[in-house]
């Protein structure tokens, strides 16, 4: 039988210290027996750094890195530098690992010769083990839209509970991430920053596989206002985002890149309304507020013509308010819109 290939588990870690232990022990607890845990202390200010030290210290198989605190992209990056593993596997320091998911995972891997393993995550579904194989064009689709990629296409049940999106609950060939410098953008510390991450990845290979192992617990107890507290840099951010998200489109050969592009765009334009305009921290003035709308819009209009998000298949499948929230955007009703994220912000406070 030949030798396991080493796994490197990189866990971001910033004031984790609610959360550490589980994490820690659920990898360290894996049935794959040739692991590597790579704690990342970005900069945390409670008593994190001392307990990675104290897990490094302990355990001959485990290191840590402290910096600066830069975020959770630049905390991976750091990870994936110093790690000595073929294939990578990421864990968010308030998540935890089921004991299996690495060796199932693994098995894929190895069965399929992948460059890409992706598990299921949240479900104790139990059956045979199966995949699937999928293309580096399959994915791109199934990443940006995955309930409308798999109403218009014929996929396992166990699909449903895969994250296409997360860098989570997947084993990636550290090659793929170095030869081709397809690193986290450090520019982007919010929500979609493992979308663009994964969009990069899934360009460079058609060795892909989704399988029903499970192989990752997403915490969803965690308290909201822990998980995202208010970016004071969204919307600059989000320019960010969606520039980079259309150069990586740009590199899968196919046909309707606009298709793909606008379905990741429309669902950034309304994920920075929710998380910004009405986060129940924002306390602007209608003033600030209405300076910020103007940006936020002019950011999007810059990037694609208002004129084609119109189309009903690109809005169709949002709830009312969303619907409602994307409309007055893409008619740049500034007061309408104003005068809403002042009430709203303030009801959610």
């Given amino acids: 039988m030949t030798e396991k290939q080493l796994v490197s588990v990189v866990v971001p870690v910033y004031n984790a210290e609610l959360f550490l232990e589980r994490c820690v022990e659920s990898i360290l607890q894996q049935t794959y027996s040739n692991i590597e845990l790579v704690l990342v202390d970005d900069g945390s200010t409670d008593s994190s750094p001392m307990l990675c030290d104290a897990y490094a210290k302990k355990y001959a198989n485990s290191m840590v890195i402290h910096q600066k605190n830069a975020g959770d992209s630049a905390a991976r ?3 994936i530098r110093e790690m000595h593993g073929t294939f990578v596997f990421f864990v968010d320091a308030d998540d935890y690992i089921p004991p299996h998911a690495i060796d199932g995972l693994m098995r894929i891997q190895i069965q399929k010769e992948a460059d890409i393993v992706i598990g299921m995550v949240n ?3 139990v059956e045979r083990v199966q995949s699937v194989d999928m293309t580096s064009q ?14 218009e296409h014929t996929m396992p049940a166990f699909a449903e509970y895969i994250n296409p999106g997360s860098q989570c609950m997947k084993i990636i060939r550290k090659s793929l991430i170095t030869d081709h410098a397809a690193w986290f953008n450090e520019k982007v510390r919010m929500h979609h920053q493992d979308t663009l991450f994964s969009m990069k990845l899934y360009a460079l290979t058609n060795r892909i596989v989704l399988t029903n192992v499970l192989a990752y617990y997403y915490d969803t107890q965690v ?9 004071p840099n969204k919307l600059r951010e989000a320019d960010i985002l969606v520039r980079s998200m259309a150069d990586n489109i740009e590199q899968y050969a196919i046909q309707n890149k606009q298709e793909l592009f606008r379905r990741f765009y429309v669902e950034i334009l309304y994920e920075c309304w929710s998380e910004y305009f009405v986060h129940r921290d924002n306390q602007d003035s209608l003033c600030m507020r209405n300076k910020d709308l103007h940006k936020y819009i002019e950011i999007f209009e810059d990037i694609l013509s208002f004129d084609n998000i119109q189309a009903k298949s690109d809005i169709v499948t949002y709830r009312w308010y969303q619907k409602m929230v994307l409309t007055l ?14 009430g709203w912000s303030r009801i959610k406070k």
């Fill in 77 to 79: 990056n750091a990870g």
């Fill in 223 to 231: 308290p909201a206002s822990m998980r995202k507290k208010r970016n």
């Fill in 123 to 125: 479900t104790d579904v």
């Fill in 329 to 342: 955007v893409l008619h740049k009703r500034y007061q309408v819109l104003t005068l809403l994220s002042w």
């Fill in 138 to 151: 399959e994915m791109a689709f199934f990443c940006i839209d995955q309930n409308r990629y798999m109403q």
